[in-house]
């Protein structure tokens, strides 16, 4: 009888260690791979994802040419909450925050494009009531029409401008060997763009004196706003002329809007 217990075969009982180790590893793969698709999916709730999250909003995607010409590729920082765009224009008008730190995580577009189509409008609309008051002003007889062509200009001039000039100056940052971001620089001049908005309502006053007063302060104020937030990538460079250059530009911007709208 013991003869019969000890012939008994054996393979099937050693055979099971390794079918338990082997299901323990799929299993535990399994479980890796469930975790790493539950980490790398977006949130439920479609909120924002700001760039350089693991699950949208990178940056990278718009860092080569490919990707720059995508429209998909800036759906991300057009995914923006009200209250952050309010606070980021409340910043604009003071200049003395620092804006940069604010847009530094998550920085959108949607604020820039709203306040250059408003601002190309307001310009149209309100450059004619002004040419309107003025020369009803001076000659109370004359037959005045409105003049679309402001449209054409106001649209070329300002989406011309927070176009260009970002751009320009991302290479010359580039090439001079400091850290900057395109989407960064185009949010950071779009939102000084919106002081215009409420200076152009002012500028509709048929006084000259207070017309220019207006367009000083409001261009000294997005000046200083521009320079301010362009120095952060400046810090540790000698870079003062591109600091200056940008502030002049964007004073000149003021300027134009004076001697073209404002007549």
Same mark, same amino acid.
């Given at each position: ?59 990278? *995607?718009?860092? /080569?040419?490919?990707? *720059?010409? /995508?429209? /998909? ?11 952050? $765009?309010?606070?980021?224009? %409340?910043?604009?008008?003071?200049? =003395? ?24 409008? =307001? ?5 004619? #009531? ?38 320009? @100056? ?7 060997? #400091? ?8 949010? =950071?001049?779009?939102? /000084?763009?919106? %002081? ?17 007063? $207006? %367009? %000083? ?8 706003? $521009? ?12 870079? =003062? ?9 964007? @004073? ?9 709208? @404002?007549?």
């Amino acid at each position: 009888m013991e003869e019969d217990y000890t012939s008994l075969p054996t393979s099937h009982l050693l055979g099971s260690v390794p079918a338990v180790a082997a299901e323990d590893k799929t299993g535990g793969a399994a479980r890796e791979s469930s975790t790493a698709n539950l980490q790398n999916s977006p949130p439920a709730n479609g909120g924002y994802q700001a760039p350089g999250s693991p699950y949208g909003g990178d940056e990278q *995607a718009t860092s /080569s040419w490919k990707g *720059a010409c /995508s429209i /998909s590729s800036y759906t991300p920082y057009f995914n923006v909450d009200s209250d952050i $765009v309010v606070d980021r224009l %409340i910043t604009s008008v003071y200049p =003395m925050n620092d804006f940069t730190r604010k847009i530094d995580g998550n920085p959108d577009l949607y604020g820039p494009v709203w306040i250059s189509t408003t601002l190309v409008f =307001m310009l149209a609309a309100l450059g004619n #009531c002004a040419t309107y008051l003025m020369r009803k002003r001076n000659e109370p007889d004359i037959v005045w029409n409105f003049d679309v062509t402001y449209v054409d200009w106001a649209a070329c001039v300002i989406y011309g401008y927070a176009l260009a000039v970002p751009v320009a @100056f991302y290479f010359l940052l580039q090439y001079v060997g #400091c850290n900057a971001s395109l989407i960064r620089l185009w949010c =950071m001049w779009g939102y /000084s763009l919106f %002081i215009f908005l409420p200076s152009s309502l002012l500028l509709v006053a048929p006084v000259e004196i207070v017309r220019w007063i $207006v %367009i %000083i302060l409001a261009g000294a104020a997005s000046s200083w706003f $521009v320079a301010l937030n362009l120095k952060a990538y400046t810090d540790g460079s000698d870079l =003062m002329v591109l600091i200056v250059s940008a502030l002049l530009l964007q @004073f000149a911007l003021a300027l134009f809007i004076k001697i073209f709208f @404002f007549v």
